[in-house]
């Protein structure tokens, strides 16, 4: 029952994924093809709530659920690492017309497809878990 909470918070998410049509592999496809500007739209908006939510939280001091105050810690200055991951994270992205963050929605929308990706994100996740300790960071 203590996770409660955080199952609905995600069936509020598939919910709003599903009618702001961001699990649609044709919109997916529009993006990378800049065609339609509607990905774009809810990413920047995305974008721009986080800027305003971190500036919140840091300038109020806003405490997590056990009290303790949310800190950011500083980022590595090397912009190679996230050129690579990010190319990575996109090539994956687009092969698959599905974002990690819906895949479950995806499930749920009746895309069975998507349990092949969600199976190979575990399964690389699981080899950079193996790989960690010996790439540069």
């Excluded at 529009?30 to 920047?44: A, K, L, N, Q």
């Excluded at 001091?61 to 810690?73: C, H, S, T």
């Excluded at 687009?94 to 963050?101: I, K």
Aim: net charge positive; aromatic share 18%; with cysteine.
């Amino acid at each position: 029952m203590k996770y409660l909470k955080f199952i609905l918070v995600g069936i509020v998410f598939g919910i709003m994924f599903t009618k702001a049509e961001i699990i649609s592999w044709f919109r997916i496809y529009e993006m990378f093809r800049f065609e339609s500007f509607h990905m774009y739209g809810v990413i920047g908006s995305a974008v721009f709530l986080s800027l305003i939510s971190n500036q919140i939280i840091k300038n109020f001091k806003v405490k997590n659920l056990e009290g303790q105050v949310i800190e950011f810690p500083p980022k590595d200055k090397g912009i190679v690492r996230y050129i690579v991951g990010g190319t990575i994270f996109g090539m994956g992205w687009a092969l698959t017309g599905a974002c990690p963050g819906p895949l479950y929605t995806l499930v749920g929308a009746g895309a069975y497809m998507a349990l092949v990706v969600i199976f190979f994100a575990i399964v690389g996740t699981w080899i950079y878990g193996v790989f960690k300790d010996k790439l540069p960071h």
